[in-house]
């Protein structure tokens, strides 16, 4: 069959696959201008909402701003909040670069945390050691919970976002039903104490370390565990031959496939890893932060996690500050109540946002088209 | 017992009218190519503008009209950035959805809304049938629009002139276009009804049969409707089959406990989404997709 390989057209290899996320080059990303002016009209109308409303955009900005950015202790919890973001952006982005639109980040998260939290509350043996192993079983729990969608992809052919879309309701329910099981991970009772549906508060000895002198600044050991993350995946997709793999994939599955790029391992991979980054995620937030699992633990962390990495263009290193900013925004959110501003007016700033991002390149983009004449 | 069938049925039947009236969107959306996941904010942006508009205007069929237009506007905004700007579907899909569950949210807590809900019409002399007449003939009057849309909606789709240029442009976009049809406004039209659609959808949800708005009311409903979708087989008929299983679901993990049967919650709760991912896992292989679900189109050499 030697020779059909050869007259195999060329164009295919030549031009990837039309991916308006991945088009736009730096020369054509039009100037910075359009960048503020998109990110201000975002703004912009985020704050013609409120005002709308009748309360004062002015307030909620500076209630934003005390919580966000104001002293250390705010600055801390902004990172805290960006940790999470963070690994969840990551792990987004080996899946995008793979070609593999993974969007279940939050029932990843949500699984990876309670595998986390029942290593965490029934594994005997040294604080320490029972921390790493929780976290990395967390991020099993969220590779596994992947591993579904995977499986139903490669096997019957079910497409990767509408079934982890899907098993987002799944994971919520199935976490549910653990945590209001008493066989499972429901808090144990105490005599003479009603039991709710959340777990027993893990031992302190579990807990993420804090570094930092409290309350002026502090922050949790998850923003470094994120940190070191995005490096080496950034290290490992631009430098390393199983970064090439993924990317080729991703670029042209068919040029992939006839240099021996197996889809289904570098692909189900790309899946898997990027649900156990979530589930890491989930992890962090379990022994970080909220120290037990109860109603609403996910948060949306990993929706939000998702448009990180949308607005990072699948860059690891440039989702970095993206989470960081992402997370002041929800810190600084928690001190909109003062305000009388409903806090889900962060919700709205960070889609306009995302959108708002999007638009200039593919902007730039369609009047590149239009003077070429195309 | 029939007393109770007829309870199940005729409320399978209410909790598939909204789903059946977003899925003939979402059906027109991925036969012209775009699996539409912003499918879920047109239908709570419906909803919630349908409750705001009845609270303005003090009527609740107002309010329909006001759910429609939420979800067109949803969908204009999605067509433009997807197919005239080419940003990624999936992309524009969830910044919108997290944009709407953040602004219904928003304006739940800064507006005031009045609960309303439109009249019931029961069918004179079919409405006493037996079993029959509570789950058919006695809804609330904008369900049987139903019985005018998805014969509509199929002739659209499958007879019409403009329905064969939308297939093409699900099919085959580059032949499409070297005959002409204009593939990204025949997608751009495409996402623009089903924005009308689902927004009718969610209306109906909320002043048809709840008669009130709550945080984030249709809570993966829009995503149901895709997965009733890819269960029918990118089939009209399949798709409202699909609804009406989904629906079903729906009534008996609300049922059930009524009736005395004690299953677990959380697993009804899951059930549709399951039974969706199961659906797809056995349905995948044998059903044809659109050849170009999902594609961006952009003219040229691919």
């Known amino acids: ?374 | 017992m029939i007393d109770d069938l007829a309870m199940v049925l005729a409320s399978s039947v209410r909790l598939t009218v909204p789903l059946a009236f977003a899925a003939c969107g979402e059906y027109i959306a991925e036969r012209a190519g775009t699996i539409n996941i912003s499918v879920e904010a047109m239908m709570l942006g419906g909803a919630f503008n349908a409750v705001w508009g009845a609270s303005l205007t003090g009527s609740a069929s107002f309010g329909l009209v006001f759910g429609m237009l939420a979800g067109l506007v949803i969908g204009f905004v999605h067509a433009e950035f997807s197919h005239r700007l080419s940003v990624n579907t999936y992309v524009v899909g969830l910044a919108l959805n997290a944009l709407v569950l953040g602004l219904t949210s928003f304006l739940l807590d800064s507006v005031d809304l009045t609960g309303h809900q439109v009249d019931a019409l029961n069918i004179p002399v079919l409405s006493d049938l037996p079993l029959l007449g509570p789950v058919l003939f006695a809804h609330r009057w904008p369900a049987y629009l139903l019985v005018g849309l998805i014969p509509l909606v199929w002739w659209l789709v499958q007879r019409s002139r403009f329905g064969l240029e939308l297939r093409a442009a699900g099919e085959n976009p580059q032949s499409a276009d070297v005959t002409g049809i204009d593939v990204r406004r025949r997608r751009r039209q495409s996402v623009l009804l089903c924005g009308v659609l689902a927004g009718l959808g969610g209306a109906y949800l909320a002043v048809g049969e709840v008669g009130a708005f709550n945080q984030n009311m249709t809570a993966g409903r829009g995503f149901v409707v895709i997965a009733a979708v890819i269960f029918g087989g990118w089939t009209l008929r399949g798709t409202m089959a699909g609804c009406l299983v989904f629906g079903a679901a729906d009534a008996m993990r609300l049922a059930l406990p009524a009736l005395g049967v004690h299953l677990n919650s959380q697993l009804l709760i899951a059930a549709p989404y399951l039974l969706a991912l199961l659906a797809m896992m056995f349905l995948a292989k044998t059903h044809r997709q659109p050849a170009a679900l999902g594609a961006p189109f952009v003219r040229g050499i691919v």
């Open chain 1, 1 to 374: 069959m030697t020779p059909t390989l050869i007259s195999e057209p060329a164009p295919a290899l030549a031009v990837p696959p039309a991916d308006p996320r991945r088009r736009p080059r730096v020369a054509d990303l039009g100037t910075p201008l359009l960048y503020a002016a998109s990110l201000s009209t975002a703004l912009v109308l985020a704050g013609l909402l409120i005002a709308l409303v009748g309360l004062s955009p002015w307030d909620a900005a500076r209630a934003m701003y005390d919580g966000s950015l104001a002293d250390g202790a705010a600055i801390g919890q902004s990172i805290d909040q960006a940790a999470p973001l963070l690994l969840v952006a990551i792990g987004s982005v080996i899946a995008a670069r793979a070609g593999i639109f993974n969007i279940g980040q939050e029932g990843q998260l949500l699984v990876g945390a309670s595998v986390g939290a029942a290593i965490a509350l029934f594994t005997p043996g040294p604080g320490a050691l029972v921390l790493i192993l929780a976290l990395l079983g967390a991020a099993v729990g969220g590779a596994l919970w992947a591993a579904i969608a995977a499986v139903l992809f490669y096997w019957r052919g079910v497409a990767v976002v509408i079934s982890t879309l899907l098993l987002i309701f799944v994971a919520n329910q199935a976490v549910s039903y653990a945590v209001n099981s008493p066989s499972l991970l429901r808090e144990k009772a105490v005599a003479g104490q009603v039991t709710t549906s959340q777990t027993d508060m893990l031992a302190e000895s579990v807990w993420l370390p804090r570094i930092g002198e409290y309350p002026d600044f502090n922050i949790g050991a998850g923003i470094f565990i994120a940190l070191a993350l995005a490096a080496g995946t950034s290290v490992v997709l631009v430098r390393s031959r199983l970064g090439f793999r993924i990317r080729m994939l991703g670029l042209n599955p068919k040029a992939a496939h006839r240099a021996g790029v197996g889809a289904v391992l570098i692909g189900g991979g790309a899946l898997l890893a990027s649900g156990a980054f979530a589930g890491l995620a989930g992890g962090v937030m379990l022994t970080g932060s909220g120290h037990r699992m109860q109603d609403g633990f996910a948060d949306n962390v990993g929706f939000d996690g998702l448009l990180v990495a949308l607005v990072a263009r699948d860059k690891p290193m440039l989702a970095v500050p993206v989470a960081l900013f992402f997370g002041a925004l929800r810190a600084g959110g928690g001190f909109l109540s003062a305000t009388g501003v409903p806090r889900y007016i962060v919700a709205v700033v960070t889609a306009l946002l995302v959108l708002a991002t999007v638009f200039p390149a593919a902007y730039a983009e369609v009047r590149r088209r239009r003077t070429a004449g195309a």
